[in-house]
């Protein structure tokens, strides 16, 4: 059975820093993307950040372009979101999500087959 768990989550000032942590068990996923959501208050789940299978490919929402960087570690099953200078706006419930899709690395939601319960970060001003 595939789990996919998140931690990292807090309270921070703005401008502050948080990096965020994923590991998926349960088999290997070396050749699927793993990406971030995150989900405000009211808001839909939204596209953050996604990686490819080899970790050479990253694609980025435009709002984080600049502060946030995702990586991954094939050998930990773990992907990273590292956030810098950081927004009230980023306020929301971060999910990692481990593609469904083999090669491709996508931000549409609905490539995402494995789902974490969720990390909350909460920046204030």
């Known amino acids: 059975q595939v789990q996919v768990v998140e931690s990292g989550g807090g309270l921070v ?20 993307a793993m990406g971030w959501f995150r989900q405000a208050p009211g808001k839909e789940r ?10 050479r490919d990253t ?11 995702i ?14 200078s950081l927004k009230p706006e980023d ?3 971060y999910y990692c999500a481990v593609s469904g899709l083999i090669n491709l690395t996508t931000r549409n939601l609905n490539d995402y087959e494995h789902w974490g319960q969720g990390t909350q ?3 204030s001003s």
């Open 13 to 32: 000032q703005a401008g502050g820093s948080l990096r965020l942590s994923c590991t998926a068990s349960g088999r290997t996923f070396d050749l699927e």
């Open 46 to 55: 939204e596209f953050v950040s996604a990686v490819s299978w080899s970790g």
């Open 59 to 69: 694609i980025y929402t435009d709002s984080v372009k600049g502060r946030f960087t």
């Open 71 to 84: 990586s991954r570690d094939n050998g930990k099953n773990t992907v990273y979101l590292q956030m810098n």
């Open 91 to 93: 306020t929301a419930v």
């Open 121 to 123: 970060v909460t920046v």
